[in-house]
T-cell receptor
Framework: KAGVTQTPRYLIKTRGQQVTLSCSPISGHRSVSWYQQTPGQGLQFLFE???????NKGNFPGRFSGRQFSNSRSEMNVSTLELGDSALYLC????????????FGPGTRLTVT | GESVGLHLPTLSVQEGDNSIINCAYS??????FIWYKQESGKGPQFIIDIRSNMDKRQGQRVTVLLNKTVKHLSLQIAATQPGDSAVYFC???????????FGQGTELSVKP
């Protein structure tokens, strides 16, 4: 079974721009969660989607948003990029909600200049 | 607030020895815990999980112990190998399944 895939793997953007990241979960998994990983803050939860509905949201500003499609694929969007948004963005999928048996993708490395 | 922290930021062991990585959590209502391994340049890899109604769970070469009395979680790796070198994270699911909170991570270094 293929794992979680994320595209693109690397991205360089300029401050003020917006970015969309994509995640394809493991086949059969209906839940997708997003995380931001930085050296200073570690791994921080962004949001969780299950059956196209956002179930939970972390403590991030409204510039961070996401959605899930009927095929369970998910996208997250960051608008008005700031330098501090430079991070590794990780997507994880699980069969159902609430993070049971959650598996991560390789991440998208976003650099904001 | 909720937090998960690790007692040791780095751990160095000899190949073949057993490793123990520790994690403390502050939310006594947390009901699910996961250990992840992250190698450089890769996403976290699921190792093993445990629910709060269990004290111990074993996998292949790994054992997770949960002590709810002192809010402590540990990961034991038997016969540690060079391929086990990585950063290990514990994560707890907050009460009511709200979100997954990660610890800061422990870097395990295995000396051949």
């Amino acid at each position: 079974k293929a794992g979680v895939t994320q595209t693109p793997r690397y991205l360089i953007k300029t401050r003020g721009q917006q970015v969309t990241l994509s995640c394809s979960p493991i086949s059969g998994h209906r839940s997708v969660s997003w995380y931001q990983q930085t050296p200073g803050q570690g791994l921080q939860f962004l949001f969780e989607y299950f059956s196209e509905t956002q179930r939970n949201k972390g403590n991030f500003p409204g510039r961070f948003s996401g959605r899930q499609f009927s095929n369970s694929r998910s996208e997250m969007n960051v608008s008005t990029l700031e330098l501090g948004d430079s991070a590794l963005y990780l997507c994880a999928s699980s069969p159902g909600p609430s993070f049971y048996e959650q598996y991560f993708g390789p991440g998208t490395r976003l650099t904001v200049t | 607030g909720e937090s998960v922290g690790l007692h040791l930021p780095t751990l160095s062991v000899q190949e073949g020895d057993n490793s123990i990585i520790n994690c403390a959590y502050s939310n006594s209502a947390s009901d699910y815990f996961i250990w992840y391994k992250q190698e450089s340049g890769k996403g976290p890899q699921f190792i093993i999980d445990i629910r709060s109604n269990m004290d111990k769970r074993q996998g292949q070469r790994v054992t997770v112990l949960l002590n709810k009395t002192v809010k402590h979680l540990s990961l034991q790796i038997a016969a540690t190998q060079p391929g086990d070198s990585a950063v290990y994270f514990c994560a707890e699911r907050g009460n009511q399944g709200g979100k997954l909170i990660f610890g800061q991570g422990t870097e395990l270094s295995v000396k051949p």
